[in-house]
């Protein structure tokens, strides 16, 4: 019989995380299934999952009218439904925490996409639910904006462990490196334990590709045509390349000698949105240690029933940064494109969690 996949990639080095919570998933056994048969040692949520998970699950009835006639409100009743599914999925990934001693089994939380530009405000919700949840396998998620990132830094000087969200360029992704590199020295300097800290840099591919291949589509030449669908494999390589460089080099020499944990890349997106694609396009070009895969179901699917598991995240680097170099020679900025769709990915889940909002301010039934 084949060995699964899946189970695969943990011996290369990588972690499998589902980018999926609900309480279906929860109650009916199914999370619990994708972690015994599968391996997956982590949980990835944002408010785009929560608003399909809550309109479409019938195990949030019962709560949903208990917290509409508590005349509580609409965020409070939001607040209270996931929480409680993240604590839940806290417990189930317990022992993935417990035995990899603190590297997995961690649970991601979101802070209000509203606030994805208010410094002062992602810290003070990003506290409040750290300590609503108390579970030390909690990840609170903040966006890489550039007030998303210092809330980061300030976080994590505090001790807070922090899934960084929404990279879509190297640009991002290197100033979310140097983040945590400079919060992890005051967090120290504090008297901080080193092994508290944990960090994730969440890195967005397929919508890379889809907003590149979309300008190199207006182009029209064979050459850009021969570009399509390789912008978000090179993305993640080269941010790679600069994870190795920087929490395996001098900048990370002091901390990772008292013990932090470097931080680890995250690749986010990962569900191939342009059909003529290979549905595990993101997975199998970017497997390798020390990093870690989210997946959507159809992709977790998809790999277990026809992925190779190879390590091929550190082959063709070189074609990766070429390829970065043929782009912007067609005039495709690839820093200007990430800070498009960050702009383009805050206004999403915003437009989702104001779908969770605006239910939960519907009247309860009579």
């Not at 990840?139 to 969200?165: C, E, H, R, W, Y």
């Not at 291949?213 to 399509?228: F, N, P, V």
């Not at 190779?308 to 782009?327: I, K, S």
Request: charged residues 20%; aromatic residues 6%.
């Amino acid at each position: 019989m084949n060995k699964n996949p899946l189970q695969v990639l943990k011996a290369l080095g990588q972690h499998v995380w589902l980018d999926n919570l609900s309480r279906t998933l929860l109650r009916e056994g199914g999370l619990q299934r994708l972690i015994d048969e599968d391996g997956i040692d982590g949980v990835t949520s944002n408010p785009a999952i929560f608003e399909k998970a809550i309109a479409g699950s019938p195990h949030y009835r019962d709560d949903l009218e208990r917290l509409r006639g508590a005349g509580l409100s609409a965020e409070a009743c939001y607040e209270s439904l996931v929480i409680a599914d993240i604590q839940a999925a806290c417990a189930l990934l317990q022992p993935a925490y417990v035995a990899s001693g603190g590297e997995s089994g961690y649970v991601s939380l979101e802070v209000s996409p509203e606030l994805a530009n208010d410094t002062t405000a992602t810290i003070a919700a990003a506290q409040r639910l750290w300590h609503l949840v108390g579970r030390h396998n909690l990840l609170i998620k903040v966006p890489g904006t550039p007030a998303g990132i210092d809330a980061f830094q300030q976080l994590t000087a505090a001790g807070m462990s922090v899934n960084v969200t929404l990279i879509f360029s190297l640009a991002q992704y290197e100033a979310v490196a140097r983040a945590y590199l400079r919060g992890a020295l005051c967090w120290l300097a504090s008297g901080g334990s080193a092994r508290q800290l944990r960090s994730v840099a969440s890195v967005f591919l397929s919508r890379v590709d889809t907003l590149v291949d979309k300008r190199l589509d207006a182009i029209g030449t064979g050459q850009a045509e021969s570009l399509q669908g390789g912008a978000g494999v090179a993305l993640a390589k080269r941010c790679y390349s600069r994870y190795l460089e920087t929490f395996h080099g001098s900048a990370f020499a002091s901390l990772r000698l008292a013990g932090v944990r470097p931080q680890t890349p995250l690749w986010a997106s990962t569900g191939s949105k342009n059909p003529a694609y290979s549905d595990v396009l993101y997975v199998e070009s970017l497997i390798g240690p020390e990093t870690i895969t989210t997946l959507p179901d159809a992709t977790l699917a998809a790999f277990r029933d026809h992925g190779q598991a190879a390590a091929n995240l550190q082959v063709g680097m070189a074609e990766a940064q070429m390829h970065t170099e043929a782009l912007a020679a067609l005039g495709v900025d690839l820093t200007e494109v990430g800070e498009c769709l960050q702009i383009d990915g805050v206004r999403l889940f915003a437009e989702a969690y104001q779908k969770i909002m605006i239910g939960l301010q519907a009247p309860p039934k009579a």
